[in-house]
């Protein structure tokens, strides 16, 4: 039998596109008009950023960002004289150089860089950069950065000096809906739950359970009600209410929808609590609304004393009529007794479907760290 005629071929190489005979013998077929632009596509193509090289330089970018706000807040904190509020934010700086260091020597692998370059400009040993800080250990540090918790610490705005008089000095107290409580009616350090270095948030799989719960007892259902409604034991519904068990999104979707919850605010607590990354199909007001549900709904008034946030404000970030800077998000997770964090992905989705600059955490009136 006669072997059938592949036929004309092209080239592989992009650039290039011209045809090549190919025999109907044995032998592998060729893909390249010649060796030599084999050789030129194989280099071009080992140039061009991986997806994970991409991934990478983004993180990079974002940790440096980071750091030199930190940094920046650091040297007026000294400037000011605050050693302790200086002294909190030195363990956030740590832990951004550690998030560096890791990406950076990531970035050079990508590069194609010498481990032995790389060690040395470390001072380090090469087999103890591999051991610490392999590629699995880069990427453990990079999943993780969004979970750990970021102490953040207000640098009260400079007073100004008295006049030279002694006559008393009248100062305006109005302010615009939405507009930040002017400090002079807070003092200049009032306590705060967004800003206290010694209360810790509550982590994403205890939010997880206190909105859950939160949800059941507002129902007024029994567990072996809800057991009934989502398929699974009385027993198993009581250890997820308990933080003993964090379910599958089909049982807490189910459980959400039994209480009459909105599983769309459970989603982004639930993906939290499993350490995933939000998907897209998540908002960020909707991921508010899951906190605020997690700590049993507080008034907007009564969360307006524990911030910087007046309550008009913080109805527009739990409706979604506006899109907030992060600090006004991280402060609101944090009276809320909750982390930021996980929320970040969410709010760098919502500034970039604006398709136009972020919105401006550096101002006259605010100031932002991480």
């Known amino acids: 039998m006669t072997p059938k005629d592949p036929g004309p071929a092209h080239c592989l190489n992009p650039g290039c596109g011209n045809p090549i005979g190919r025999s109907a013998g044995s032998g592998r077929p060729r893909h390249y008009c010649s060796d030599a632009c084999g050789r030129a596509y194989r280099r071009a193509r080992e140039k061009s950023p991986t997806p994970d090289a991409l991934a990478h330089n983004e993180f990079a970018d974002q940790v440096a960002d980071d750091l030199a706000r930190v940094i920046t807040h650091m040297l007026r904190l000294t400037h000011a004289q605050q050693p302790l509020?200086?002294?909190?934010?030195?363990r956030v700086v740590e832990g951004d150089l550690e998030d560096l260091k890791a990406v950076l020597i990531q970035q050079a692998r990508?590069?194609?860089?010498k481990n032995a370059d790389i060690a040395q400009c470390l001072g380090l040993p090469p087999e103890q950069l591999t051991r610490k800080l392999s590629a699995d250990a880069v990427r453990r540090r990079m999943d993780s950065r969004p979970l750990r918790t970021r102490t953040r610490v207000r640098l009260p705005r400079q007073a100004a000096a008295p006049p030279p008089?002694?006559?008393?000095?009248?100062v305006s107290t109005t302010r615009l809906p939405g507009q930040r409580r002017p400090a002079s009616s807070r003092g200049e350090m009032t306590p705060s739950r967004a800003r206290d270095p010694d209360r810790h948030p509550t982590g994403p799989a205890a939010v997880l359970t206190?909105?859950?719960s939160h949800l059941q007892r507002l129902s007024g259902k029994t567990l072996r009600e809800l057991a009934e409604d989502t398929d699974v034991s009385a027993s198993y519904v009581s250890r997820v209410l308990n933080g003993e068990r964090c379910p599958s999104w089909k049982v807490a979707r189910l459980l959400t929808l039994a209480c009459g919850g909105d599983p769309a605010e459970i989603q982004p607590l639930w993906a939290a609590a499993r350490g995933q990354a939000p998907t897209q199909r998540q908002s960020l007001p909707a991921a508010l609304r899951g906190l605020h549900l997690a700590a049993a709904?507080?008034?907007t008034d009564e969360l307006g004393e524990h911030t910087h946030l007046t309550p008009h404000a913080i109805t527009g970030m739990?409706?979604?009529?506006a899109l907030p800077a992060w600090e006004d998000v991280e402060e609101l997770a944090h009276a809320l007794n909750a982390e930021a964090q996980p929320l970040r992905p969410l709010w760098n989705a919502a500034c970039a479907a604006l398709a136009g600059p972020l919105p401006s955490?550096?101002?006259?009136?605010t100031e932002v760290i991480g």
């Open 85 to 90: 509020a200086a002294l909190t934010l030195l």
């Open 110 to 113: 990508d590069q194609r860089q």
């Open 165 to 170: 008089t002694s006559a008393p000095r009248t």
């Open 210 to 212: 206190r909105a859950l």
């Open 297 to 299: 709904r507080p008034r």
């Open 318 to 321: 739990l409706d979604g009529t």
């Open 361 to 365: 955490t550096a101002g006259p009136v």
